[in-house]
């Protein structure tokens, strides 16, 4: 089969990453007889110094004509002090709205052989952890009304929250779904002893979950006591589902039990196969051009890629167990090197490691 990539590679440690993501592919293209085809765009602060705009029309265009989207990382020091609508920031909000992906997976679970990099006690994750974080990314208040206005103590800043209930399921029924591949057990997260959106939030998961999935398990937990559990007992957690905000900050907490946030993939979905396809992490800039980024969480987004998009199970696996080998033979990143006293391997050397294994 053929298959169009549209490549984001934005900005700082983006291109490199992405780089080492290609030639995994294209590796596995040649080994499994597919033939990917790439074509990149410009996105981010990249976008902004050639086009002024973080998010050009060609870039949406292509992405829409794309199978499939594979993005680095965007933003970056140079471009900070724009105003709020012209940051490169923004282009990620834009293209997962223009894309109508409405749902974002983040895996989070411990690596047997990274349980040392875990920040936690060894007796709190013995029995390690396997989180798969659904995150609504297209509504909430990342998207909400906001400005600024004259209030009772002059100028005032605000944003504004907003679910309707068509959101709240969809991405209900996509943790729910999830739930039934995995333990059967979702976690809904929200913040229903003040927000009223959570408390639509909260009734609406549980009619979706007793009318259409009676047999997954599904609990509640506000979000300031999921914040403390997931350090305290992360083993509870099977799928989780909450907010776009919730979502993105409990995700950078639950990539940090893992050893490390340069290890976690993820995929932003729709309801079509197309999906986009980037690392959690943000785009290093104090790192980047030195070849010392880890490219794990971009070459596994990858492999997600193949598996959600593409429905190529075995070779999304490959890549996932030359990783797994390729932590289990002791290789390490700079990130994940910690005080083990071995030499942390480059960007092209790691991409080299793991085609090696594919
Ligand atoms: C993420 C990032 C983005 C988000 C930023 C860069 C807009 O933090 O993907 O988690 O908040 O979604
Ligand atoms: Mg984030």
């Given at each position: 089969?053929?298959?169009?990539?549209?490549?984001?590679?934005?900005?700082?440690?983006?291109?490199?990453?992405?780089?080492?993501?290609?030639?995994?592919?294209e590796?596995?293209?040649?080994?499994?007889?597919?033939?990917?085809?790439?074509?990149p765009?410009?996105?981010?602060?990249?976008?902004?110094?050639?086009?002024?705009?973080p998010?050009?029309?060609e870039t949406?265009?292509g992405c829409?004509?794309?199978?499939?989207?594979?993005?680095?990382?965007?933003?970056?020091?140079?471009?900070?002090?724009?105003?709020?609508?012209?940051?490169p920031e923004?282009?990620?909000?834009?293209?997962?709205?223009?894309l109508?992906?409405?749902?974002?997976?983040?895996?989070a679970?411990?690596?047997?052989?990274?349980?040392?990099?875990?920040?936690?006690?060894?007796?709190?994750?013995?029995?390690?952890?396997?989180?798969?974080?659904?995150?609504e990314?297209?509504?909430?208040?990342y998207?909400g009304?906001?400005?600024?206005?004259?209030?009772?103590?002059?100028?005032?800043?605000?944003?504004?929250?907003?679910?309707?209930?068509?959101?709240?399921?969809?991405?209900?029924?996509v943790?729910?779904?999830?739930?039934?591949?995995?333990n059967?057990?979702?976690?809904?997260?929200?913040?229903?002893?003040?927000?009223?959106?959570?408390?639509?939030?909260?009734?609406?998961?549980?009619?979706?979950?007793?009318s259409?999935?009676?047999?997954?398990?599904?609990?509640?937990?506000?979000?300031?006591?999921?914040?403390?559990q997931l350090?305290?007992n992360?083993?509870?957690?099977?799928?989780?589902v909450?907010?776009?905000?919730f979502?993105?900050i409990?995700?950078?907490?639950?990539?940090?039990?893992?050893?490390?946030?340069?290890?976690?993939?993820?995929?932003?979905?729709?309801?079509?196969?197309?999906?986009m396809y980037e690392?959690?992490?943000?785009s290093?800039?104090?790192?980047?051009?030195?070849?010392?980024?880890?490219?794990?969480?971009?070459?596994?987004?990858?492999?997600?890629?193949?598996r959600?998009?593409f429905?190529?199970?075995?070779?999304a696996?490959?890549?996932?167990?030359?990783?797994?080998?390729?932590?289990?033979d002791?290789?390490?990143?700079?990130?994940?090197?910690?005080?083990?006293?071995?030499?942390?391997?480059?960007?092209?050397?790691?991409?080299?490691?793991?085609?090696?294994?594919?």
């Amino acid at each position: 089969m053929e298959y169009n990539i549209a490549l984001l590679r934005g900005d700082g440690i983006g291109p490199e990453i992405v780089d080492s993501a290609v030639e995994v592919l294209e590796v596995i293209g040649e080994k499994y007889g597919h033939k990917f085809n790439f074509t990149p765009y410009l996105i981010g602060g990249a976008a902004i110094d050639e086009t002024g705009e973080p998010l050009p029309k060609e870039t949406v265009e292509g992405c829409l004509n794309s199978d499939s989207v594979l993005l680095g990382a965007v933003g970056g020091p140079k471009w900070d002090t724009l105003p709020g609508d012209k940051r490169p920031e923004k282009a990620l909000l834009g293209i997962r709205s223009a894309l109508g992906l409405f749902t974002n997976l983040r895996p989070a679970k411990l690596y047997p052989a990274l349980s040392g990099d875990c920040p936690l006690r060894p007796d709190i994750v013995k029995n390690g952890f396997d989180i798969m974080i659904v995150r609504e990314l297209t509504g909430g208040i990342y998207f909400g009304d906001r400005g600024y206005r004259e209030g009772k103590y002059g100028q005032e800043a605000y944003d504004t929250e907003c679910y309707s209930r068509m959101e709240i399921e969809r991405i209900a029924r996509v943790a729910f779904e999830t739930a039934r591949k995995r333990n059967g057990n979702v976690i809904s997260i929200d913040k229903a002893n003040v927000l009223e959106t959570s408390r639509l939030w909260r009734k609406t998961v549980h009619e979706i979950g007793e009318s259409d999935y009676p047999d997954v398990k599904c609990q509640d937990m506000l979000v300031d006591n999921a914040a403390m559990q997931l350090v305290k007992n992360p083993a509870q957690f099977d799928v989780v589902v909450t907010s776009n905000m919730f979502g993105d900050i409990l995700s950078d907490e639950a990539s940090q039990i893992t050893g490390s946030i340069g290890m976690l993939p993820s995929a932003s979905l729709n309801e079509s196969t197309r999906g986009m396809y980037e690392p959690i992490h943000g785009s290093a800039p104090d790192i980047a051009g030195q070849n010392i980024a880890n490219p794990i969480a971009t070459i596994l987004s990858a492999a997600m890629m193949l598996r959600y998009s593409f429905s190529l199970a075995e070779e999304a696996n490959a890549i996932e167990n030359a990783v797994d080998s390729f932590l289990n033979d002791g290789l390490r990143t700079a990130d994940i090197v910690g005080d083990s006293g071995k030499t942390p391997l480059g960007t092209t050397e790691v991409t080299a490691e793991i085609i090696k294994r594919l």
